[in-house]
């Protein structure tokens, strides 16, 4: 049985992986993961009889939801089966696959929530329906509507009826995640443990931006917070929306010394809410330039033709920035300027 506090890390070690089996994800030995003071290492497998039968579980970047006919509810695996497969096969879903049949898991619900023992996940299904709208962006109304006597579970998504497999690809994984979730949280807890708004536990999703519009990655974090709020969820992402969402203490940056492989990480204390896109993106994800090649040229040469002086030279150089610059940029009207300038002076 664990005790509350203790210290573990769960994994398998370096050198665990063929290199030449990589892509069929091939395991040549079960090496424990690092050793640290304080801090005992535990095998995937070994999860069932160290950790109380805790697993986290991963959510790969492949969340899209194929068609494929239902014929009715399918039995789930028993508990200590779930708790088996998520430990020692849930790695697997990094790589594409996908931990559970979204569209089977609504059917079975369908048919589970109205019995009489299906309290938990009847309170789940009532949770998710409910929360479904808050995860999506604006004005879009994403909801669950019914499911078709053809098992065929209907959404709305801005006004219009759609089939899970014709929500968009942010819809659909987004409605991946919590599915997951949802499922993982019932799957592997025993009976009265099983309410989402209660489950503990960590969730690694990778890329969570994936397929979502910049302003839905600016909600999704509180979104995710909201429905399960005592998960800890730790995901990777590229997109400085997400980042700037991110709370004090919850964003750890990836940074490689010089001429090293070792990777330091340690969470920064700094709230980047208030930064703009292209701060967050050259000093935090170290991009190194943010401009268009075509208009730092361009602003290359407006400037050499200033220093020639050149009126008719920097009028065709401003005219071609201004077909690749947004039109309130602060370095066209400086240029503006000072064309404006070199032509009252030869005027003079």
Known sequence: ?????????????GNSIDPRGYRRHSIRAWNHPDREMGRESVLLHETDKK??????????????????????????????????????????SLYGVNPIDI???????????????????????????????????????????RTEKDFEPIFSIYGEECYMEELSAGFQAVLSIVANIFQWVEATRSAGERLAANATGSVLVDELDLHLHPEWQFTLRDGLESLFPNIQFIVTTHS?????????????IMNREAGTSELTLKPTAKRFSGWSTDHILSEVMGVVSLENKDYEILISESFDKIQEGSIEGL?????????????????????????????ALSND
């Open 1 to 13: 049985m664990m005790v509350l506090g203790e210290k573990k890390r769960v994994g398998i070690g």
């Open 51 to 92: 950790l109380d039968g805790f697993c986290p579980l991963f959510i790969g970047a492949e969340r899209s939801i194929k068609y494929h006919q239902i014929d009715g509810m399918t039995r789930e695996l028993g508990l200590a089966q779930q708790r088996q497969k998520y430990s020692s096969n849930g790695t697997q």
């Open 103 to 145: 569209k089977q898991w609504f059917i079975n619900r369908y048919f589970m929530i109205d019995k009489e023992w299906a309290t938990e996940e009847r309170e789940n299904w009532k949770r998710l329906i409910e929360k479904l709208p808050a995860l999506a962006p604006f004005n879009s109304n994403f909801s669950y509507i």
């Open 240 to 252: 400085p929306h997400l980042l700037s969402s991110a709370k004090e203490n919850e964003v750890i």
């Open 315 to 343: 009028k065709n150089a401003i005219f071609r920035l201004s077909e690749v610059a947004h039109p309130s940029d602060s370095i066209l009207t400086v240029l503006n300027t000072r064309y404006a300038s070199m032509v």
